[in-house]
């Protein structure tokens, strides 16, 4: 199993920046998938994310400014993140989750290393 997140960087205040998150070794079509990010000295929050189905939901300080997708076909999802807040400085992580429906027991979870976003001017 690989997650592996790119995209990370330093961006002023105001700027954007695109996310990627490439898996593998797993169904990913069958597997909700979301964006975490940690911040020095905080814990790590959900940042986005989107089930096998396709829905979406945001963290309360992203909504509006940062978009989820994913793309079935190429084992991806993405994050596009706008007009970007000194505060979205962190690590952002990409995390591939699969819980059994009914017996709510765990089928996989995957996380990767962590791409660095910095904002700042």
């Known amino acids: 199993v690989q997650v592996v997140e790119s995209g990370g960087g330093l961006v002023q205040p105001g700027g954007s920046l695109r996310l990627s998150c490439a898996a593998s070794g797993f169904t990913f079509s069958k597997f909700a998938m979301g964006w975490y990010r940690q911040a020095p000295g905080k814990q790590r929050e959900l940042v986005a994310a989107?089930?096998?189905?396709?829905?979406?939901n945001y963290g309360d300080s992203v909504k509006g400014r940062f978009t989820i997708s994913r793309d079935n076909a190429k084992n991806t999802v993405d994050l596009q993140m706008n007009n970007l807040k000194p505060e979205d400085t962190a690590v952002y992580y990409c995390?591939?989750?699969?819980?059994?429906?009914?017996?709510?027991?765990?089928?996989?979870?995957?996380w990767g290393q962590g791409t660095q976003v910095t904002v700042s001017s």
């Open positions: 989107t089930t096998s189905g396709g829905s979406t």
């Open positions: 995390n591939a989750d699969r819980v059994n429906p009914i017996t709510a027991t765990s089928m996989g979870d995957y």
